[in-house]
Every structure is written in structure tokens, then in C-alpha cells.
């Protein structure tokens, strides 16, 4: 069972560029979380997702930011027009329906680094 | 809102030396409490957990305590070894009803032989 995939690793982009970022949870996974790590901070949350619905988006920041989980493909989190301050590391996770009754054990891909030019 | 402080790092010890990451917590209700250990270039791997008061999580030889009475959750290790080097994040998830982790800002721990 492959783990939560995402991609690209690294992503280089120019101010006011678009940055998409791709992630696919495990199997089974039907529940997808962002979260956004600055340099020497810890994870803070962004937005929470089920297939094809946007259940909590509080961390999201209200312009340029969007995230959707279709019910075919990855989740996409885009970010238009970007900035240096959006340069960060962002990581997704995943977690079946089961262990959240079980008290939310969330399983994390290696993230995608996002360096803004 | 709920929040989680963690001792700041980085922390360098010597192989076979004693660990104690400190973490304490805010929350309304009963949360659930969770050490994540992030290894360089890699996400983050739940390393142990506890859902309850009194509630013991163990892993690896690593273990925490969820303690109500001073809403701590200190995670220690007997002897740590070169391998154990690595960022270790204090997390909660709370009762709200939303299913998000709300994180520590991570200590960074240096292992030497």
C-alpha cells in the first residue's frame, strides 16, 4: 500500500506565477488535509477535505488560495499569483473514515517545497 | 483557541543519554494528543499517541503521557541513539469537530556518537 504521494518535491516559481501541487492519498484515504510549514515554524493548518467537498478551509488564507478534491484524481492545491511569503514547505495527509473515529491518525506525504523567485 | 507549546531546540545530546521534550497544551474538552517525528527531507511519521487522560503512548522506546492535571503530554526516551536524530512535533487534535491537528513549532533533536 504506497503511501501519501505527492508532487512535485521541490516547485520554483516567479512572483505572480501559479503554483499547483498535487497530492494523492493512500488507499482507501478518503479524507485529505494541507498544511503549511514556514521555515522554523511548526505545521499549521490549512484546509480539509472529502471527496468533492471542502469541509473546513479556517487556515486558508482568503485570496489567491484554493483546494479541491475531485472525485476522480489527486487533491490540488493551488495558489495563484504567487509571493515570496508563500515560500514554504506544504504537506498533505490523508486518513480513512475509520481511524478518525479512532481519533484522527493522519498519515503525511514528504511534501512539496515551494520556493517563490 | 486550542494551541501547543513545546520546549524550544535544538537539543543535542550524547548516544545513550537521557530525552525529555517538554509539551504542554491548550484545549476545550478532551483532546487527543500525538508526537510526530519529522526525518530531514521527509514528512512527518506519527511516532506514538494517547486519546485519554492517563493514557500511555509508546513507540520505539520513546514515550508520553497524556496528563490532564497539567495538560502536559512530555515525551522521553531512556537512550537515545544516533538514528533518533530528527525534528519531533507535539500535536493535538480537539473536540470541535473539526479533524485538524493543531501543531508545536517542533525541537530539533542532534543525537552525537
Known amino acids: 500500500n504506497a503511501g501519501v504521494m505527492q508532487n512535485p518535491r521541490h516547485l520554483v516559481r516567479r512572483r505572480g506565477q501559479e503554483a499547483r501541487l498535487r497530492c494523492s492519498p493512500m488507499?482507501?484515504?478518503?479524507?485529505v488535509y494541507w498544511y503549511r510549514q514556514l521555515p522554523e515554524e511548526g505545521l499549521k493548518f490549512m484546509v480539509y477535505?472529502?471527496?468533492?467537498?471542502?469541509?473546513?478551509e479556517s487556515g486558508m488564507p482568503k485570496e489567491r488560495f484554493s483546494a479541491e478534491f475531485p472525485k476522480e484524481g489527486p487533491s490540488i492545491l493551488r495558489i495563484q499569483q504567487v509571493v515570496r511569503g508563500d515560500s514554504a514547505a506544504y504537506f498533505c495527509?490523508?486518513?480513512?473514515?475509520?481511524?478518525?473515529?479512532?481519533?484522527?491518525?493522519?498519515?503525511f506525504g514528504a511534501g512539496t517545497r515551494l520556493s517563490v523567485l | 483557541g486550542d494551541s501547543v507549546t513545546q520546549m524550544e531546540g535544538p537539543v543535542t545530546l550524547s548516544e545513550e543519554a537521557f530525552l525529555t521534550i517538554n509539551c504542554t497544551y491548550t484545549?476545550?474538552?478532551?483532546?487527543?494528543l500525538f508526537w510526530y517525528v519529522q526525518y530531514p527531507g521527509e514528512g512527518l511519521q506519527l511516532l506514538l499517541k494517547?486519546?485519554?487522560?492517563?493514557d500511555k503512548g509508546s513507540n520505539k522506546g520513546f514515550e508520553a503521557t497524556y496528563r490532564k492535571e497539567t495538560t502536559s503530554f512530555h515525551l522521553e526516551k531512556g537512550s537515545v541513539q544516533v538514528s533518533d536524530s530528527a525534528v519531533y512535533f507535539c500535536?493535538?487534535?480537539?473536540?470541535?469537530?473539526?479533524?485538524?491537528?493543531?501543531f508545536g513549532k517542533g525541537t530539533k533533536l542532534t543525537v552525537n556518537p
Open positions: 500535536a493535538l487534535s480537539g473536540q470541535g469537530g473539526s479533524e485538524k491537528l493543531v
Open positions: 494517547a486519546t485519554k487522560a492517563d
Open positions: 477535505l472529502q471527496k468533492e467537498n471542502i469541509i473546513d
Open positions: 488507499k482507501g484515504h478518503s479524507h
Open positions: 484545549a476545550t474538552g478532551y483532546p487527543s
Open positions: 495527509a490523508s486518513s480513512p473514515l475509520g481511524e478518525l473515529i479512532a481519533k484522527n491518525i493522519q498519515y
